[in-house]
Nanobody, 124 residues
Framework: QVQLVESGGGLVQAGGSLRLSCAASGRTYSVYVMGWFRQAPGKEREFVAAIKRNSGNTYYADSVKGRFTISRDNAKNTVYLQMNSLEPEDTAVYYC?????????????????WGQGTQVTVSS
């Protein structure tokens, strides 16, 4: 099993920045891909970004490309999501996810483990 704990959410004005963190514990050696998803009220959970733990290869949703950056610190078993130029449309609960496969997936069904989520609210 792998446990994921997110932190760093909060309230920010439009145009501002936040950095989310996701600390992994347990059988982290079994995880090859880490990702971030988000879910706004009344909407489906959607893919935001993902990173391969070994190579550092990344993939982003079009809606956040150029504004968000995913990174990892393998020594700390932690993944980060730096969010800049935030917009009210970015308001959602953000979830960290981990995948045991070696390819980056963009569906929630591709991921095996989930954190509890952290709220991000962007005011206009």
């Amino acid at each position: 099993q792998v446990q994921l704990v997110e932190s760093g959410g909060g309230l920010v004005q439009a145009g501002g920045s936040l950095r989310l963190s996701c600390a992994a514990s347990g059988r982290t050696y079994s995880v090859y891909v880490m990702g971030w998803f988000r879910q706004a009220p009344g909407k489906e959970r959607e893919f935001v970004a993902a990173i391969k733990r070994n190579s550092g290869n990344t993939y982003y949703a079009d809606s956040v490309k150029g504004r968000f950056t995913i990174s990892r610190d393998n020594a700390k078993n932690t993944v980060y999501l730096q969010m800049n130029s935030l917009e009210p449309e970015d308001t959602a609960v953000y979830y960290c996810a981990a995948d045991r496969s070696q390819r980056i997936g963009v569906s929630r069904h591709d991921y095996d483990y989930w954190g509890q989520g952290t709220q991000v609210t962007v005011s206009s």
